[in-house]
Structure formats: C-alpha cells, structure tokens
C-alpha cells in the first residue's frame, strides 16, 4: 500500500484518501497502489486544481482534495515521456515558486481534443443545455455509486477550510477560491442524471397543454445526438494523438517524478515480457485489474505464513544443493505471482542476507583448479540473481527495503554488488581457447576427447552467458533505487548511482563484466543478426542500456574505459535505424529504449574536453 507524500521519503499514510481507496477500488487493484502524493494538476479539462496524484503499478489517477471521485489520467501503456521541467510556474508565487517541481507526462489518447468539446460549449448559447466535456472521456463513479464526470477547465474547485501539514496556503499557490454555486431545488432544476443514471426533468404545464414536447427533454436529445456524433467522427477516424498531463509538486523533495519513473520502468518491463508465451506462462496471474479471468488472491495472512514455512526451510543448517535449488525455484516462482511476499521478503533480514551469502560462496568460494565454473555452481548462482531482482521489482516504496540496503552503511548492499560481478571476458576467453585447442587437436590425436568435453565447455559457456544477463538485470535493480537517491538532498539515503559504482569500481573484474554488457548491445544491433528482437531480448537491450548509460554519466573511469575500448564500435556499428527495425513497435519498452540508445550514441559521439564538463554536470546521477 501506498505511504509516501509530499516532502518525505516514505512519510505516514493519509488514513482519510487510504480509507476513499480502499472503498472505492477492487481489493486486487488497491493492494497495488505505489504511491499518492498531493500537486496542482494540469491538463486539457484541469486547470491548476490542487488534488491527490495516485499511482500505480499500471495507471495513474487523480482525485479531489479531499477525495470525491476517482478519475483515470493515463494508463503506462500509452506514456511516450516523462519528464522534469525547468520552469518558474507563473501561477505560483514566493518559495512555492522556486521549490516547484514541474512533471511533464506525455502520452497517447484516441479521446477527442478540447477544440471538439469548445464545440460544444459554444452551442450552449443557443438553448443547449450545459454539458461537461468529461461526458466523452472515461466517466468515474461517485461514492454513491451513480456516474459523475471529472472535472472540466471551467470548474475550479474550492480548497478545503482545514488543511494538512502538507497542503500549501491557497494564497501562496495562487489558486482561485470561488465559491461553489448555490443548490437548487430539484424539482425547478433538472438534473443531468438520477440516482439510477438517466436524465430526469420537471415538465412544463404550457407544453402539456399544448401537446408539445418538454423543452427540457428536446435540448437534452439535441444533446445526446450531438455527443454522439461526435463521439462517432472520432471513433470513425481512429487517429490517436498526443496529449499532455502537468503535475505541480511543491515541495523540492518531493519523489512523485522518481516514483512515476519506476512505475513506468516496471510497467513497461512486464508488459514486454508477458508478450513472451514462457514469461507469461510462469507469471499467468496477471496483475492487469481489467483482466476477466485471475486466480483467487491469497490472503495476506497466508501470504506471510507460507513465506514462513519457506523461509524456514531455506535457513535451515545442512541444507543440500539441490534442495536448496528446488526451494529458490519455488520462492522465485512465488514471487512473480505475489507481490505482498516481495513486501515481506525485505521485513526481515535472514532470507536476503542468506541470498547473498550463497551467491558469494557458489560464485567466488568454490571455483575450480582451472577457475572456471562447474555448472552447479553457475545454475545456482543465476538462479540466486533472479530471485534477488524479482525481490526489488515494484518494490520501491517499502520502507522496509532502504532499511535493510542501508544498514551499517550500506554493507549488505555492497556484498550484494561484489559479489554481482565476475570476470565475464577471462573465462569467456578460457572457454575460447580450449575449445579451439580441443577442436586442433582432435584432428591430430583421437584420444583428445577423454581429456576435454567439448560440449561440456560450450555448454558452461551458455550457462555463463546465462549468468551475465542476469547479473546485468539485477545490477539495473540496484541502481534504479540508486536514482532516487541521486536526486535526493538527504544524507540518510546515501545509496546513489555514483556510490553503487564506486563500491564496484574497486572490483578486479568490473571492467570486464561492463566490457561483456557493453559488446552485447554492440552485437544484438550489428547487422546480420535476427530481423527481430524477442521480449526478453528487448527488455535485456533496455537494462544494458540504463547501466551503460550510468556508467558514462555517472563514474569518469568507467566512461573513459567505454570511450576508449568502444567509442568507435558504437559510432560506426550502432545505428538508430537498425535498432528501430530490431525493435518491434508494439513492444512497450521500444521506444523507451530507443531514447536510451539516442543518449548513448551522444555521449560517444562528444569530444573529450565537451564529455569531461558532462561529467562535472552529471556526476550526481541520471
């Protein structure tokens, strides 16, 4: 459940929005909620109202402060960018002003544009009855169950007399405070909708005397014809456009924007993956609220009594290898499907700190005479990796999770990343070499193959390249949570994208393992490779690319290595349009990825005296 607001980190809960959520939400989807926090919001039917911004892991929405109605702004899908503004909003005066974080949110809308509903205002001076332009986006229901449109650009809303600590002054804002119109009686009135949602009026005698028509019901018809038409002509045309949602935090340390970020990062992750018939088959509980079909949702209480059992298992002295692999199979597999043990995975230590102990003794404890790997070990040790990464997925906002990764100054988190990296192009090499070797002089002495196994060798190096992506997928975990402190002014959350690379940049191995992430984005966008990419490819292109792009931006050793060792493959291999064609468009996190590629190729295409004052600018993050 959500828990953030302005100003803090992971303050405490608005029990009064919490409880209109809980009320107004299916149990699947309010379990899902990431976060809310209060802004001004803007937008082609909102001008500059002060409500609650409500996210998540799928659709942001917007209700009233204090809430009335619940009203959808956009869903990830649709979200083509996101992003800081540096502007002085006029409407805001004094600190507000300067404190303000301005969110742009651009996304894809197949509603019709305001000018369509400007249309119909202007006929209003003609005898039309007042309509509100929400009557063709999506219509919300009210507490008492009966629909009610969200509010249009002419309504503004008047801020509540008693305010929390973490409203502004209306003064300050800049916001109108109008009054609400008087009430009118019903029975002189009529009303756009009943209790039971049709229109409803007051028939005047002179018409039933004369056998004519209401006039009321008359301009209501006129009314409904010409919403429908209209609503037709867009739905006849099907042409989608871009529009626009302005979010107004008023506080300098506020994380709506880091928030929104990772719900789009997580989103478009899943929602690529599940296009990948084993992803999905492995994850069939979808999280989707609008699915017609989902399995029973296991209680909370069963949720933490089953991660008991489990844990307890795990923990247990004299464990063997592969009952140990069946269980972190089965707590992986859990994981996918149930974000609630993800919650109670980092409420306590053990489990996690056994991961990662496991992890640095099948990796690094236990290698060979030879040093390369046995394939228990690397089968152990992937399978470590991934449950670690679905851990931090949707994960964010858990208190619980900083606490951990932060104690003793970050000791934990540092095990974790040591022991992450291995020596990816000497043991790749090793593998080379004695299959060229094995291949040489098994034309000349037959008895070669008792020696080596060839396929043995070839396939310790699948299992390897295994390895490596998913190490790169948890590395990208670790600094997405890195992000946000990166932009955070407060020294408790040190956990920055620089101090996750500095804490590596000491590691024997480093810059090998970045060399292998940063040759694969090179290889997956050469040509003569797959016209096209799969989900999970895709998805692996876009976490290589955030950590290459950390890298150049955010550690000056680890950029001059990739500027030296890759700057001309990336010049003259890597091309947008190539990686356009590789990335199918209906993949969610094409598009994305290709932004991230734009960046890249910009930086290896800087100079050196322009990418040294880059990394002055950018030292502190992304």
Same mark, same amino acid.
């Given at each position: 459940?959500?828990?953030?607001?302005?100003?803090?980190?992971?303050?405490?809960?608005?029990?009064?929005?919490?409880?209109?959520?809980?009320?107004?939400?299916?149990?699947?989807?309010?379990?899902?909620?990431?976060?809310?926090?209060?802004c001004?919001?803007?937008?082609?039917?909102?001008?500059?109202v002060?409500?609650?911004?409500?996210?998540?892991?799928?659709?942001?929405?917007?209700?009233?402060?204090?809430?009335?109605?619940?009203?959808?702004?956009?869903?990830?899908?649709?979200?083509?960018d996101?992003?800081?503004?540096?502007d002085l909003?006029?409407?805001?005066?004094?600190?507000?002003?300067?404190?303000?974080?301005?969110?742009?949110?651009?996304?894809?809308?197949?509603?019709?544009?305001?000018?369509?509903?400007?249309?119909?205002?202007?006929?209003?001076?003609?005898?039309?009855p007042?309509?509100?332009?929400?009557?063709?986006?999506?219509i919300?229901?009210?507490?008492?169950?009966?629909?009610e449109?969200?509010?249009?650009?002419?309504?503004?809303?008047?801020?509540?007399?008693?305010?929390?600590?973490?409203?502004?002054?209306p003064?300050?804002?800049?916001?109108?405070?109008?009054p609400?119109?008087?009430? !009118?009686?019903v029975?002189?009135?009529p009303?756009?909708?009943?209790p039971?949602g049709?229109?409803?009026?007051?028939?005047s005698s002179?018409n039933?005397?004369?056998n004519?028509?209401?006039?009321?019901?008359?301009?209501?018809?006129?009314?409904?014809?010409?919403?429908?038409?209209?609503?037709?002509? *867009?739905?006849?045309?099907?042409?989608?456009?871009?529009?626009?949602l302005?979010?107004?935090?008023?506080?300098?340390?506020s994380?709506?924007?880091?928030?929104?970020?990772s719900?789009?990062?997580?989103?478009?992750?899943?929602s690529?993956?599940?296009?990948?018939t084993?992803?999905?088959?492995?994850?069939?509980?979808?999280?989707?609220?609008?699915?017609?079909?989902?399995l029973?949702?296991i209680?909370c209480?069963?949720?933490?009594?089953?991660?008991g059992?489990?844990s307890?298992?795990?923990?247990?002295e004299?464990?063997?290898?592969?009952?140990?692999?069946?269980?972190?199979?089965?707590l992986?597999?859990?994981?996918?499907?149930?974000?609630?043990l993800?919650?109670?995975?980092?409420k306590?230590?053990?489990?996690?700190?056994?991961l990662v102990?496991?992890?640095?003794?099948?990796?690094h404890? *236990?290698?060979s005479?030879?040093?390369?790997?046995?394939?228990?070990?690397?089968?152990?040790s992937?399978l470590?990796?991934?449950?670690?990464?679905?851990?931090?997925?949707?994960?964010?906002?858990?208190?619980?999770?900083l606490?951990?990764?932060?104690?003793?100054?970050?000791?934990?988190?540092?095990?974790?990343?040591?022991?992450?990296?291995?020596d990816?192009?000497?043991?790749?090499q090793?593998?080379?070499?004695?299959?060229?070797?094995c291949?040489?002089?098994?034309?000349?002495?037959l008895?070669?193959?008792?020696?080596?196994?060839?396929?043995?060798?070839r !396939?310790?190096?699948a299992?390897?390249?295994?390895y490596?992506?998913?190490?790169?997928?948890?590395?990208?975990?670790?600094?997405?949570?890195?992000?946000?402190?990166s932009?955070?002014?407060s020294?408790?959350?040190?956990?920055?994208v620089?101090?996750i690379?500095?804490?590596?940049?000491?590691?024997?191995?480093?810059?090998?393992?970045?060399?292998?992430?940063?040759?694969?984005v090179?290889?997956?966008l050469?040509?003569?490779?797959?016209?096209?990419?799969s989900?999970?490819?895709s998805?692996?292109l876009?976490?290589?690319?955030?950590?290459?792009?950390?890298?150049?931006?955010?550690?000056?050793?680890?950029? !001059?290595?990739?500027?030296?060792?890759?700057?001309?493959?990336?010049r003259?291999?890597?091309?947008?349009?190539?990686?356009?064609?590789?990335?199918?468009?209906?993949?969610p996190?094409?598009?994305?990825?290709?932004?991230l590629?734009?960046?890249?190729?910009?930086?290896?295409?800087?100079?050196?005296?322009?990418?040294?004052?880059?990394?002055? !600018?950018?030292?502190?993050g992304?």
């Amino acid at each position: 459940m959500a828990r953030t607001g302005s100003g803090a980190l992971l303050s405490r809960r608005n029990i009064k929005l919490d409880s209109f959520l809980k009320r107004n939400m299916e149990r699947m989807v309010y379990e899902r909620i990431r976060a809310y926090e209060p802004c001004v919001v803007k937008s082609e039917t909102i001008n500059k109202v002060y409500m609650h911004v409500v996210l998540s892991d799928e659709r942001v929405y917007l209700t009233e402060y204090p809430p009335r109605t619940l009203t959808e702004a956009f869903c990830f899908r649709d979200v083509q960018d996101i992003e800081l503004v540096n502007d002085l909003p006029d409407f805001l005066r004094g600190k507000d002003r300067e404190l303000c974080q301005h969110i742009r949110v651009t996304y894809i809308t197949e509603k019709p544009a305001a000018r369509g509903r400007d249309w119909l205002r202007r006929d209003r001076r003609v005898g039309l009855p007042p309509r509100r332009p929400s009557l063709y986006p999506t219509i919300t229901h009210t507490l008492e169950g009966y629909p009610e449109h969200s509010p249009s650009g002419e309504e503004v809303y008047m801020l509540p007399p008693t305010r929390s600590a973490s409203c502004p002054n209306p003064e300050t804002l800049g916001l109108l405070r109008v009054p609400h119109p008087p009430t !009118q009686s019903v029975s002189t009135t009529p009303s756009l909708y009943s209790p039971t949602g049709s229109p409803t009026s007051s028939p005047s005698s002179s018409n039933h005397r004369l056998n004519l028509p209401d006039t009321g019901q008359l301009q209501r018809r006129i009314g409904s014809v010409l919403s429908r038409l209209l609503r037709r002509d *867009c739905a006849n045309s099907g042409e989608e456009r871009e529009a626009e949602l302005h979010l107004y935090a008023i506080s300098h340390t506020s994380r709506l924007y880091l928030r929104i970020q990772s719900s789009w990062n997580s989103f478009i992750i899943r929602s690529t993956l599940l296009l990948d018939t084993l992803f999905r088959g492995r994850c069939s509980a979808s999280s989707d609220s609008s699915s017609t079909k989902q399995l029973p949702a296991i209680s909370c209480e069963r949720t933490a009594h089953l991660f008991g059992q489990l844990s307890s298992e795990l923990l247990q002295e004299g464990i063997g290898v592969e009952r140990l692999y069946l269980l972190l199979q089965e707590l992986r597999t859990a994981a996918h499907h149930n974000i609630a043990l993800r919650r109670l995975f980092w409420k306590t230590s053990e489990v996690c700190v056994f991961l990662v102990q496991t992890l640095e003794e099948s990796l690094h404890g *236990c290698q060979s005479l030879s040093g390369i790997h046995t394939e228990d070990q690397l089968l152990l040790s992937t399978l470590v990796v991934q449950t670690l990464a679905v851990m931090f997925r949707e994960t964010d906002v858990e208190p619980a999770r900083l606490n951990l990764l932060s104690a003793k100054k970050g000791s934990l988190t540092s095990r974790m990343l040591l022991a992450l990296i291995c020596d990816a192009e000497l043991q790749t090499q090793n593998l080379a070499d004695c299959e060229v070797s094995c291949s040489l002089l098994t034309l000349i002495l037959l008895f070669i193959e008792s020696v080596v196994n060839v396929s043995l060798l070839r !396939q310790l190096q699948a299992l390897l390249a295994e390895y490596l992506d998913a190490a790169c997928s948890l590395l990208f975990e670790i600094l997405l949570s890195g992000h946000e402190a990166s932009r955070c002014s407060s020294a408790d959350n040190f956990l920055s994208v620089g101090w996750i690379l500095g804490v590596l940049q000491p590691h024997p191995h480093l810059l090998s393992f970045i060399s292998y992430q940063a040759q694969q984005v090179v290889l997956v966008l050469s040509d003569g490779q797959e016209s096209f990419l799969s989900p999970f490819q895709s998805v692996l292109l876009f976490q290589r690319c955030r950590l290459l792009l950390a890298c150049l931006q955010s550690n000056s050793q680890l950029a !001059q290595h990739l500027q030296i060792h890759f700057r001309e493959e990336f010049r003259y291999s890597v091309k947008l349009v190539c990686a356009q064609e590789k990335l199918p468009p209906h993949y969610p996190i094409s598009r994305p990825t290709l932004r991230l590629l734009q960046q890249i190729l910009t930086l290896f295409c800087t100079d050196n005296h322009t990418q040294r004052h880059m990394h002055l !600018q950018l030292k502190t993050g992304l």
